[in-house]
């Protein structure tokens, strides 16, 4: 019993340390400028001004950005969800000649800096008249190695016996790939969708290369150029950080059911 | 199936065939779009790095030089220096913390739904916006983080003015943004291993000790390896949070000079794209040995299967 | 089976049909103008002179594009070196003599031989003299910004003591800014500048009669006893407590301290002096820079640039001077938002904010010293401000810091006179 209360107490000094900044972020976002350049340090706002997030919404067009990254984000984690489970599929449970050095290809792009691919893709993307389209933004992202590698060792790990009971039975392919590995792998599923989510909500260097008008400006670029105003204005950069994150949070919390049940799926076993 | 009686050898041959051609079909979008978008750049970016371009003029093939130049330059070595640093230092303890956080979340303990809510915030939260609140905590006159040393009768250093312990301070928020990722993978690999091995175990009196070194962690071996591939890849490429975090004082940047922001800073601000391609080649064969190695060595450590 | 199959191709189709709208709609017949500045703030005047331009040109749609400043540079450079980018474009002088010397940007030369509308003579000659290159001007002048003293009367009038004005010396700054400051309350006297250098010892080395670049664009003066003797002064003011220390600079900008009425004394350039006003009101009053060895400030200002590639060279010249002309200085005079770039309009935007004495901003147009500019001023700008900031942080000695910037400097000089 007292073993349940030592878990609990390491649990909370994490859970503290991990939620601290969130809620420093919140609380400044809530002061005056002068506020929070005063020594000593008030924790709470003296006034709560709710007025600062105001100010953002004035001066930036934060529907909008809010609009293309929730495109973006839909289109990127539908594109990786089915084209990198079908490539991993193949990876993971067929035969077919190259596929060792196709999957090294595949991995060595898991390796390529970010950085190295930029100038030569918006050459690409001028090419096939993509640029500051939403084009540019979303088809590039549905296409990933590290989802390809991550559903791989998923389903790696879903014994073999399944899907060769299943071919016995006269599954075909994209059967045992329908009805066998994809039920098994939700878990798998649902992480790449998280990465996904969160990797295209808060992708940078890409919009900010790729885009250039206010129709396809992204709300990280849009929160960066609030920055680039305001530099150290701390109380209305935390209300953009936090107007920023509030997606992600309500997101989350709905997806905290999808992981819950993935358990649950996990723990009744055929 | 209708061709029950076929002979053997023809059966199993186009059975192969009809097997490739399914499996070309199910890799061939995401083949051909990492090609197209990643593997054609990546190629063309490496034939730069021979080259003086300048992203105006045709490139102009100068062999080696800007390697040559690249190694005889001080904040180059740095970055390198920092770089390593940086990946040897968060990324073990970031595996660390996840594997112990994510152990304990997974045992059935009251309130774990809202333990791992708050472990999962920093992921939520834009890189941007978590450079902005580290900065800001670790503001020397008016940030949290001095306060609370303040009352502890603590020093309070200049977290990102110090050069000793700037690149500690940014680990420090590099860690704190990647463990619940890590948590992410780590508990869905922990919730695929099947109870009946604990159960068997509690059957044989192994004592929960015991099966976490017996069951929980030898099966958590290929999650684990995935988590450090990964984790190792992307935190050598980390750029945003050191980029939020210096702004725009060059001076605050040495102490933090990465690999990447060197690629950025050479490529993007001052248009050497030749020299910045050098420099991308160099960090992409740092990071393809680094794995080779974890490859080779994988066999001693990764159990697949049960 | 196949149908599944079917249908998953359908869904990609789908995705990528329904997120990739828009856009499609552009090879219509219209012709449209790409412009790209950083600054929303000045959005009024462009729209302005837009919708002037629109009135003769109806055919063409013109689409602006705020990109902040941070990343502007890269953005412009990354989509030039693409082969695409705006049509017309702001410049400012760190970034010009590269464009100009790699024909990123057009010369105007050609277009203003032909054209009798357009006047250099109009303009302020410390804009014109930024934006020419080899004797060709390459960006028309839009606004100036250059450097004045604002100051805060509440805290004067706090501490009993008369306003700054154009008799005061750099003795004055540091003897009333000692008085003004005020380490409990968190008051500084004045604003040592060192995370600008354009308003902080841009000013100050000239001033001791000195320079930061050679006129040939061939030494670094950053080793010079001028340069030290200025940087000397800004240390001795951190050292009194009397301006706050550049990493409080760094931390929290001087700009927003001022703002929220932590500072009594801020140089800084014009282009502040709309955002100081609107947030500081009747307790914001401005004074001229005090005088060293030499009188002046640091004169600076942004110029439109043509892309050196664009099709549509004719219409982007005649949208250039829609903006820089009479009645888009009058635009960008009435905003209040900087100096126009011709002289004889600069009255409209002292009267812009008639509380405030920006009379003092155009009477320092008179003495004004160039901005640096080499062809590639960014990067040793970077080295230059690393390097200073790091002596101010104590990393090394001034003298050291300042040899080092002067020896890289020379380097990167000499390279550019080689690339010629």
């Not at chain 2, 071996?221 to 490429?237: A, D, H, R």
């Not at chain 2, 980029?243 to 993007?268: A, N």
């Not at chain 2, 001052?270 to 991308?280: D, E, I, L, T």
């Not at chain 3, 006893?225 to 001087?254: C, M, R, W």
Request: glycine letters at 8%.
């Amino acid at each position: 019993m007292n073993k349940k209360w030592l878990i609990h107490l390491v649990l909370i000094i994490g859970a503290v340390i991990m939620v601290t900044p969130f809620l420093w972020m919140v609380l400044t976002s809530l002061k005056s400028f002068g506020e929070a350049m005063q020594v000593p340090i008030t924790i709470f706002p003296e006034e709560w001004l709710v007025e600062n997030y105001l100010d953002v919404f004035a001066s930036i067009d934060m529907m909008r950005y809010y609009f293309n990254t929730l495109m973006v984000t839909l289109g990127r984690t539908l594109g990786q969800l089915i084209l990198c489970s079908l490539a991993a599929f193949a990876f993971a449970r067929m035969d077919f000649p190259g596929k060792n050095v196709i999957f090294i290809v595949v991995l060595s792009v898991l390796m390529v800096p970010m950085q190295i691919i930029l100038i030569p893709n918006y050459g690409i993307l001028t090419s096939l008249g993509w640029i500051d389209t939403f084009y540019a933004l979303i088809v590039p992202g549905m296409f990933s190695a590290f989802g390809v590698f991550l559903l791989r060792q998923f389903f790696l790990g879903i014994p073999k016996e399944l899907d060769e009971a299943a071919t016995i039975d006269g599954c075909s392919f994209f059967g045992i790939y329908w009805r066998i590995i994809l039920p098994n792998a939700t878990p798998g599923l649902i992480a790449l969708g998280i990465f996904t989510v969160l990797a295209s909500w808060n992708d940078f260097l890409w919009p900010l290369v790729m885009t250039n008008s206010e129709e396809t400006r992204m709300l990280s670029v849009g929160i960066a150029a609030f920055q680039g105003q305001y530099s150290t204005d701390y109380p209305l950069l935390m209300a953009s950080a936090v107007l920023s994150t509030i997606p992600m949070l309500i997101m989350f919390v709905l997806l905290q059911k999808h992981l819950v049940s993935g358990i649950a799926l996990q723990g009744v076993r055929r | 199936m209708s061709d029950s009686n076929v002979l053997m050898k023809p059966k199993r041959s186009r059975r192969k065939r009809k097997e490739a051609m399914w499996a070309y079909l199910f890799i061939a979008p995401v083949v051909i779009g990492l090609f197209l978008f990643y593997l054609m750049p990546a190629l063309a970016s490496f034939g730069l790095s021979f080259t003086s371009w300048n992203g105006i003029n045709p490139p102009e093939f100068i062999g080696l030089d800007n390697l040559i130049r690249l190694v005889q330059t001080d904040s180059f070595i740095r970055s390198m220096v920092n770089t390593l640093v940086f990946t040897l230092v968060s990324v073990p303890l970031a595996v660390m913390l996840a594997t112990g956080i994510a152990i304990l979340l997974n045992q059935k303990i009251k309130g774990m739904i809202v333990y791992r809510t708050l472990y999962f915030l920093p992921v939520v939260t834009m890189p941007v916006a978590v450079g902005m609140v580290w900065k800001w905590l670790y503001n020397t006159d008016y940030g949290l983080l001095n306060y609370i040393l303040g009352l502890l009768h603590l020093p309070q250093p200049a977290w990102l003015f110090n050069p000793n312990i700037a690149l500690i301070s940014v680990i420090v928020v590099y860690v704190w943004m990647t463990v619940g990722n890590n948590i992410i993978l780590i508990l869905a690999g922990l919730q695929g291993i099947s109870e009946t091995y604990y159960e068997a175990a509690e059957m044989d009196g192994a004592s929960k000790l015991k099966q976490l070194f017996t069951i929980t962690i030898p099966l958590l071996t290929p999650t684990l390896f995935f988590v450090f591939i990964t984790g190792i890849i992307s935190s050598l490429q980390v750029f945003d949070l050191i980029f939020i975090m210096i702004g725009d004082s060059h001076v605050l940047l040495e102490p933090l000079r990465t690999l990447v922001y060197g690629v950025y800073e050479s490529g993007f601000e001052y248009s050497q794209m030749g020299y910045a391609s050098a420099q991308a080649f160099l960090l992409f064969l740092m990071i393809l040995l680094i794995t080779i190695f974890q490859f080779a060595f994988q066999k001693k450590w990764v159990h697949y299967d049960g | 089976m196949g149908k599944r199959v079917c249908t998953i191709f359908l869904m990609i189709t789908l995705v990528g049909i329904l997120t990739g709208c828009g856009n499609d709609t552009e090879g219509g017949s219209k012709k449209t103008l790409e412009v790209a500045l950083w600054d929303e703030n000045i959005s009024g005047a462009v729209d302005a002179s837009i919708e002037e331009f629109n009135k003769e040109h109806p055919d063409v749609e013109v689409n602006v594009t705020y990109t902040p400043y941070a990343n502007y540079f890269t953005k412009l450079r990354t989509s030039i070196g693409g082969g695409s980018g705006p049509d017309v474009f702001w410049m400012n002088g760190p970034n010009f003599s590269e464009y100009a010397s790699y024909g990123l940007i057009k010369d105007l030369e050609p277009f203003i031989e032909e054209d009798s509308d357009f006047s250099k003579d109009a303009y302020f000659d410390s804009m014109i003299d930024l934006y020419s290159h080899e004797d060709h001007l390459y960006a028309a002048p839009y606004f100036s910004d250059i450097v004045g003293l604002f100051y805060n009367k509440r805290l004067f009038d706090e501490a009993g003591l008369e306003y700054p004005d154009e008799t005061w010396t750099w003795e004055d700054i540091e003897e009333k800014g000692d008085i003004l400051a005020d380490q409990e309350e968190g008051v500084y006297g004045y604003t040592a500048y060192v995370v600008s250098n354009q308003a902080g010892y841009y000013n100050l080395i000239p001033q001791a009669g000195g320079y930061m670049i050679d006129e040939d664009k061939t030494h670094s003066g950053f080793n010079s006893p001028e340069a030290q003797e200025a940087l000397t002064f800004t240390q001795d003011l951190i050292d009194k407590g009397i301006s706050p220390s550049v990493q409080t600079q760094i931390e929290n900008h001087p700009r927003d301290m001022f703002m929220s009425g932590m500072i009594a004394m801020h140089p800084e350039i014009s282009v502040n002096a709309e955002m100081f006003y609107s947030e500081l009101g009747d307790e914001l009053g401005v004074a001229p820079l005090p005088a060293g060895k030499e009188e002046g400030s640091i004169a600076h200002g942004i110029g439109w640039a043509m892309n050196g590639d664009t099709e549509q060279e004719e219409l982007a010249w005649d949208l250039i001077k829609h903006l820089t002309g009479e009645k888009g200085n009058q635009f960008i005079a009435e905003s209040g938002f900087s100096i126009p770039a011709q002289e004889s309009m600069s009255d409209l935007w002292v009267d812009s904010m008639p509380e405030l004495d920006l009379q003092v901003f155009i009477d320092a147009q008179e003495v004004s010293f160039p901005y640096p500019v080499s062809q590639n001023t960014i990067q040793w700008q970077d080295i230059e401000q690393a390097e200073i900031q790091g002596a101010f942080l104590g990393y090394k000695s001034m003298k050291e810091a300042l040899d080092n910037v002067a020896r890289e400097m020379d380097i990167i000089l000499e390279s550019e006179q080689i690339n010629e």
